[in-house]
Nanobody, 123 residues
Framework: QEQLVESGGGLVQPGGSLRLSCALS????????IGWFRQAPGRDREGVSC????????HYSDSVKGRFTMSKDGAANAAYLQMNGLTPEDGAVYYC????????????????WGQGTQVTVSS
C-alpha cells in the first residue's frame, strides 16, 4: 500500500511541456509529504520538488524553479509535476516519493518510492 506509481513520461521537444502524475496510496496521500526526484545517466539523484501535507507548501530545486510546478489532489490520491520550458538537461528518470518535505530536498527523508518514469527532451 506504500507503493507509488509514476506516469506521464515520454519524448518532448526542447521548450515543450509535460505533466507527470503520481498515484499515491491512501495512507501516503492523507499523511505524508510528497517529493519528486530525478536521475540522469551518470548523475546523482536530484531532489526536484516537494509538497507538504500539512499546508500544501512547496520547495523546488534551483535548476527547475520558475519552470516546474508541483501540486497535489488529495481527493484523487495523486500528485503532479507540471514541467514547462523543458531542456535536454531535464531528461532523466523521474521518481515520486513519500516522506518529509524539507529544503534542501533530500533523498534520505523519503522512505517510499515509485519505479520511475522516463522523460526525454530532444529535437
Amino acid at each position: 500500500q506504500e507503493q507509488l506509481v509514476e506516469s506521464g513520461g515520454g519524448l518532448v521537444q526542447p521548450g515543450g511541456s509535460l505533466r507527470l502524475s503520481c498515484a499515491l496510496s491512501k495512507f501516503a496521500s492523507d499523511w505524508l509529504d510528497i517529493g519528486w526526484f530525478r536521475q540522469a545517466p551518470g548523475r546523482d539523484r536530484e531532489g526536484v520538488s516537494c509538497i507538504r501535507n500539512a499546508d500544501g507548501g512547496t520547495h523546488y530545486s534551483d535548476s527547475v524553479k520558475g519552470r516546474f510546478t508541483m501540486s497535489k489532489d488529495g481527493a484523487a490520491n495523486a500528485a503532479y509535476l507540471q514541467m514547462n520550458g523543458l531542456t535536454p538537461e531535464d531528461g532523466a528518470v523521474y521518481y515520486c516519493a513519500a516522506g518529509a518535505c524539507y529544503f534542501p530536498i533530500q533523498e534520505s527523508e523519503y522512505d517510499h518510492w515509485g519505479q520511475g518514469t522516463q522523460v526525454t527532451v530532444s529535437s
